[in-house]
């Protein structure tokens, strides 16, 4: 086994000689494998190795066994072991999401946290026969190419040396190297959808295939390279396709169904959104024909004036950012406000753009200390800058034809309804940089 784990580590080129390395340790057959072949590669590879170990507070003095034979394992190993200990059932509750998503969430985290410090990768236990199981539940559940790729060897920071290793490899090595290990009584029930397939689905495949695990590890790195290809398209698709204010349909509608949903995942990831299959499909309908699409999550599609747009409904009245003088950025409506303090000689010598600075500029001296940066409300109204003429934002908006959509996302910077400065619009009047200015605040918004 040490063989093939030291040339999946290479074949994905997963650690580099000298390399620092964090590796999650629950107790079973699968981690504590890991760490053993990790610390047989230590001298080869001139690794480090760490350990971390999560308690979830979950299984009672099972999970105080755990934890002591860890700690056992990595002195007997001599490896640096750090200890989580988390309510996962508390916390679960706390967050209102299942109690296994919460565990994952919260191992992660500690594992990303600690590595960090370190400046470590972090390895995980996965296996083949994770993979295997993996990709059969997300076939169950309809999955599309992303289902099929499975668990991917590297994501980030994160490697999986044992991913072409078979749960039956990890047992002949434990074996063999007379290492032993402690067995999570939950993964003996089939309380869980992953542990019926496990126990039930796998044994039966394996008689008709008794290569299984491999033929599946092969299909998954298949649906990776397709997923990478598509991805590529996608992202070529949407650069041609972008327009103001969003993409345009006519390019949209000439790409092929597949390259179009990778298109539509990645406008939806770029919101922590995954969309369903059937949201996929009335997508690429309204982009012929028109319309809206209510997506979950807030999230929002429409297709209109030749347009496509995908945007999630934010709420002014919570947007509200107070206390900001003096701070060099802050959000607002998910937007990256950098704010830049210069006198007026900076102010004079610096920008080349001088008439967009200008309209993006105020008199620092002018802001009252109450104003605040936030989303727009009714009543808002802006004397424009240079044209002394007052409007309500809602009709500056209209008059300069941002989407209905997106007019909830535009940032101001108000004291009441008096607004100082409109994103896309402009200084007000009062505040604007004059002869008499001494020192200017400059703002620029970005999309994070």
């Avoid at 597949?258 to 969309?275: N, S, T, W, Y």
């Avoid at 003096?326 to 409506?333: D, M, R």
């Avoid at 993006?360 to 200390?369: C, K, M």
Wanted: glycine share 8%.
């Amino acid at each position: 086994m040490e063989q093939k784990v030291w040339e999946t580590i290479r074949k994905y080129n997963m650690l580099t000689e000298g390399e620092k390395v964090l590796v999650g340790v629950s107790g079973g057959a699968d981690s504590c494998a890991l760490l053993h072949c990790l610390c047989m590669l230590r001298k080869v590879m001139g690794l480090t190795v760490y350990a971390c170990h999560v308690h979830h507070g979950l299984r009672g003095a099972e999970a105080d066994r755990d934890e002591a034979f860890t700690a056992q394992l990595c002195e007997q190993l001599q490896v640096p072991l750090f200890v989580l200990h988390k309510d996962v059932g508390a916390e679960a509750k706390r967050r209102k999401i299942g109690t296994e998503q919460c565990g994952r969430e919260i191992r992660y985290a500690f594992f990303e946290e600690k590595a960090a410090a370190l400046g470590a990768k972090i390895a995980t236990a996965h296996t083949a026969s994770d993979n295997t199981e993996t990709v059969l539940f997300h076939l169950t559940r309809g999955s599309g190419i992303t289902g099929l790729c499975g668990i991917p060897p590297c994501r980030g920071n994160i490697i999986r040396p044992l991913i072409e290793v078979t749960r039956n490899e990890i047992e002949a090595y434990c074996l063999e190297q007379q290492l032993t290990y402690v067995t999570d009584s939950t993964n003996l029930t089939k309380d869980y959808s992953r542990n019926r397939i496990r126990w039930d689905v796998v044994p039966v495949l394996k008689e008709l295939n008794p290569s299984l695990e491999s033929a599946v590890s092969g299909l998954s790195q298949r649906m990776r390279e397709t997923e990478a290809y598509l991805s590529q398209a996608a992202e070529a698709a949407l650069i041609q396709a972008t327009v103001s204010g969003g993409y345009a349909a006519a390019v949209l509608q000439t790409l092929p169904e597949a390259v179009f949903a990778a298109a539509v995942r990645k406008l939806c990831a770029e919101l922590a959104l995954i969309p369903e299959a059937k949201h996929l499909a009335l997508l690429h309908k309204i982009v012929y024909n028109g319309g809206a699409v209510e997506i979950g999550g807030g999230v929002t599609a429409v297709m209109s004036q030749g347009i496509f747009r995908i945007y999630r409904q934010t709420l002014p009245q919570d947007e509200v950012i107070s206390g900001w003088q003096g701070q060099q950025a802050l959000t607002v409506l998910n937007k990256k406000i950098d704010l830049l303090y210069v006198n007026i000689e900076e102010f004079h010598n610096g920008e080349k753009n001088h008439q967009f600075l200008l309209a993006n500029s105020l008199d620092y001296d002018t802001i009252p200390i109450t104003s605040c940066f936030r989303a727009r409300r009714s009543g808002d109204q802006l004397t424009l800058w240079r044209r002394n003429v007052t409007k309500s934002v809602k009709k500056l908006l209209i008059e300069c034809k941002v989407p209905r959509e997106q007019r909830d996302s535009i940032v101001l910077l108000a004291d009441g309804t008096q607004v100082l400065w409109l994103e896309g619009i402009g200084v007000g009047q009062a505040y604007a940089v004059t002869e008499a200015t001494k020192s200017v605040l400059v703002i620029r918004p970005q999309n994070v």
